[in-house]
C-alpha cells in the first residue's frame, strides 16, 4: 500500500502536475523537495503536501531520510532541453546521472521502491516504425555530437536500475516520456531563442517575435502527449496493483498524435488566431527555415522519428492516452494566454 511518496523535482513540469493528481485523487502524502516552487503554490498548505526547498547536489542528508521514510521514490530532478544537452552537457551528465545514481543506490539499501524518468530519447536515431520497450535498439551518434550524452547518461541509469533490480531485488519501474506537453511545460517568457522545447519555443516566438524557426525544414516527426494523459499513467505505476508495473519499462507516449514540427507550426499558429486578443499578433507571424547548425550549434544532431508503441502499459496497466494533439495544445494557449503577466519574472527551472 502506498502512503507515503517522495518527490525530487516537485516543482517540476511533471513534479507539479503528478502533486495535483495525488492530493486531489488519493490520501497519499508528498514529500517534496525542489529549488524553487512558483508551479506548486496552491499546494503549499495541503495537510498532505511536505515541501521543502533544496538542491539534491547539496540537501543529502534530508534526502537519505526522506528515503528511508517514503514507500516509494520518484526522482524527478534533471535537464531535459536538447538546447542545453549542447551547451552544457557535463551539467546533464553531473545531474541526470552522477546526482541521480546516489539516489537510486539509497533505494537499494533501503529496499524502496523507485520510479524512474527515462526517456524516449533512449532509443536515439532508431528505424523502427514503433519503438519497442523491448525490440528496438537504442541508436546513438558520434561523441562530438553532444546532444547524445542526455540520451547515454539516460541510458547508462536505466541499465544500472535494471541491474539493481536483476542482482539485488531493488523494486523499479521506468518510464519514458513521448514529448509530454501542457501547461507549465517551460516558461514563456524565459523561451529565448533556442532555449526551449518546441511548443513552448514556437508560442514564445508567435508572442515575441512575430516569427517561427523550423530547424532543417521542420519534417522532423514527434508524438505529443498532453499531460495529464501521461499523469494518468504514472498514477497507476505509483499504485502498483498486483505489483504489475514492478521491473517494467513502460513507454508513455501517444502514437496518435504523431505530426511533423512544420505542422505543429501551423497548428500553434491557427490556434492562437483563434484569441481576439492575439490575432492580430499572430497574423504578422512568418515561418523561417533555419538549419540545425545555425540554430543548436555543431553539436547537435536531429532525430527524425519518434513514435511509441504503447502495448505493455496497455496491456500491462489497462492505461491509453486520450488526448488529441489540437486539444493538448488547446489547453496550453489557454494556460498562457489566460494569464501571461502571472508568468513574468518567473525563473526557469529544469
Ligand atoms: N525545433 C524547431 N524549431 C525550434 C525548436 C525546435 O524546428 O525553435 C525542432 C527540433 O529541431 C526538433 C523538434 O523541434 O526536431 C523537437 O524539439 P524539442 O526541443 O521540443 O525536443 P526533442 O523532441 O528533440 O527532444
Not at 5 to 29: C, P, R, Y
Not at 238 to 260: R, V, W
Not at 323 to 345: D, G, I, Q
Amino acid at each position: 500500500m502506498v502512503k507515503k511518496v517522495l518527490i525530487l523535482g516537485v516543482n517540476g513540469f511533471i513534479g507539479s502536475a503528478l502533486t495535483e493528481s495525488i492530493l486531489k485523487n488519493t490520501d497519499w502524502e508528498i514529500y517534496g523537495m525542489d529549488m524553487s516552487d512558483h508551479k506548486i503554490t496552491e499546494f503549499l498548505g495541503h495537510k498532505n503536501f511536505h515541501f521543502i526547498e533544496g538542491d539534491i547536489t547539496i540537501n543529502k542528508e534530508w534526502i537519505e531520510y526522506h528515503v528511508k521514510k517514503c514507500d516509494v521514490v520518484l526522482p524527478l530532478v534533471a535537464i531535459a532541453n536538447p538546447a542545453l544537452y549542447v551547451s552544457d552537457p557535463l551539467r546533464v551528465f553531473e545531474l541526470d546521472f552522477e546526482a541521480n545514481l546516489s539516489i537510486v543506490r539509497q533505494c537499494v539499501e533501503y529496499k524502496k521502491r523507485v520510479i524512474f524518468p527515462s526517456t524516449s530519447e533512449v532509443y536515439g536515431m532508431s528505424a523502427d516504425e514503433e519503438f519497442n520497450e523491448e525490440t528496438t535498439s537504442l541508436v546513438l551518434g558520434p561523441i562530438e555530437k553532444q546532444r547524445w550524452i542526455y540520451s547515454c547518461s539516460k541510458q547508462l541509469m536505466d541499465r544500472v536500475i535494471y541491474a539493481y533490480g536483476v542482482q539485488r531485488g531493488l523494486d523499479f519501474t521506468l518510464f519514458r516520456p513521448f514529448n509530454w506537453t501542457g501547461p507549465k511545460l517551460d516558461n514563456i517568457f524565459a523561451a529565448k531563442e533556442g532555449s526551449s522545447r518546441v511548443v513552448t519555443q514556437f508560442i514564445a516566438d508567435i508572442l515575441h517575435h512575430q516569427r517561427i524557426k523550423l530547424v532543417d525544414g521542420g519534417n522532423q516527426r514527434r508524438s505529443f502527449t498532453d499531460i495529464d494523459d501521461g499523469i494518468a499513467a504514472l498514477m497507476h505505476i505509483i499504485e502498483n496493483k498486483d505489483n504489475k508495473a514492478s521491473g517494467q519499462i513502460f513507454n508513455i507516449g501517444n502514437p496518435d498524435n504523431d505530426i511533423s514540427i512544420r505542422e505543429l507550426a501551423t497548428l500553434i499558429l491557427d490556434l492562437v488566431k483563434t484569441y481576439p486578443a492575439y490575432k492580430e499578433i499572430a497574423d504578422r507571424v512568418t515561418i523561417e527555415d533555419v538549419t540545425s547548425g545555425d540554430h543548436y550549434g555543431r553539436y547537435y544532431q536531429d532525430i527524425q522519428r519518434r513514435v511509441p508503441s504503447i502495448d505493455n502499459i496497455k496491456n500491462v496497466l489497462g492505461w491509453s492516452p486520450t488526448v488529441t494533439v489540437k486539444e493538448a495544445l488547446r489547453k496550453t494557449l489557454n494556460y498562457h494566454l489566460a494569464r501571461p503577466s502571472a508568468e513574468l519574472n518567473q525563473q526557469e527551472t529544469y
